[in-house]
DNA sequence: ACCCAGGTGGCCC
DNA sequence: GGGCCACATGGG
């Protein structure tokens, strides 16, 4: 499968989709975090008690009581561990870059190796905050991509080095990567279309297969 | 009473 | 490296 028919395929099927259109950039940095493993509803509800708690500046998140953010970020999971991920980036952004627009201005695969060095960021959560908060051009490769790339065996052609997830995940966007062209508004439509699709089409344990625009794409093809 | 959700890192062999 | 597991709350 190349990355561009699923692009053109899924764009003619949902056209230009808005999907999410954070007002702030740091809701995005934040989120990327906290949207770890949970829906993003529950996410939101932590980010919503940060902002009434007025604890929604790199600084003050950077700075805050870790037990009085624990509490805030709760309805996310994970509370404690994310409280440490969250204060970790926050302080790793303000004392090297200071601002989110000053950090964006480093070149990507810079400050993509920066943010997988900081304890808590793994790939998506650093191709998430350089995509939708930075607008710059790394492919998110989350579980619904997997997912959709799997049961269509698209990944046949896609190597990995060996079976860590890790390897698995940046075989999977070097193939992204190499076809697509570097723009992040394509990039993250794309990504829009492949989340809408498995939302719709594509459940983890109970296939509802029916009516999945892919399955019509590939019997085309064939 | 299950199963699932936009992951990540630690530990053990 | 590869396999397993803890982390935690909320919704269907």
């Given at each position: ?25 740091l ?24 902002k ?31 409280t ?31 943010l ?51 390897a ?30 498995a ?5 983890k ?6 009516g ?7 019997r085309?093809?064939?």
């Open positions: 499968m190349n990355w561009n028919d699923l692009y053109r395929i899924l764009h003619e099927y949902y056209g230009d989709i808005q999907w999410w259109s954070p007002e702030d950039k809701e995005v940095v934040v989120g990327s975090i906290l949207g770890q493993n949970t829906t993003w509803s529950s996410a939101e509800k932590a980010i919503d008690n940060l009434q708690a007025k604890l929604f500046t790199i600084k003050k998140l950077a700075t805050a009581d870790p037990e009085v953010v624990e509490q805030l970020v709760r309805p996310s999971g994970y509370y404690h561990l994310k440490i991920r969250l204060q970790n980036l926050m302080q790793f952004i303000l004392k090297k870059y200071k601002t989110l627009d000053n950090m964006f201005k480093a070149p990507l695969e810079q400050l993509r190796e920066e997988l060095a900081i304890n808590g960021i793994g790939p998506e959560s650093a191709d998430s905050i350089l995509l939708y908060a930075g607008a710059l051009p790394s492919f998110v490769v989350d579980a619904y991509t997997k997912r959709i790339v799997l049961r269509h065996g698209w990944d046949a052609d896609v190597k990995p080095k060996n079976k860590s997830s890790r698995q995940y940046d075989a999977l966007w070097n193939s992204f990567m190499e076809q697509l062209e570097p723009h992040a508004p394509t990039m993250a439509m794309l990504h829009a279309y492949i989340i809408e699709t939302k719709q089409f594509c459940h344990s109970k296939p509802q297969c029916e999945c625009p892919l399955y019509r794409f590939e085309v093809n064939k």
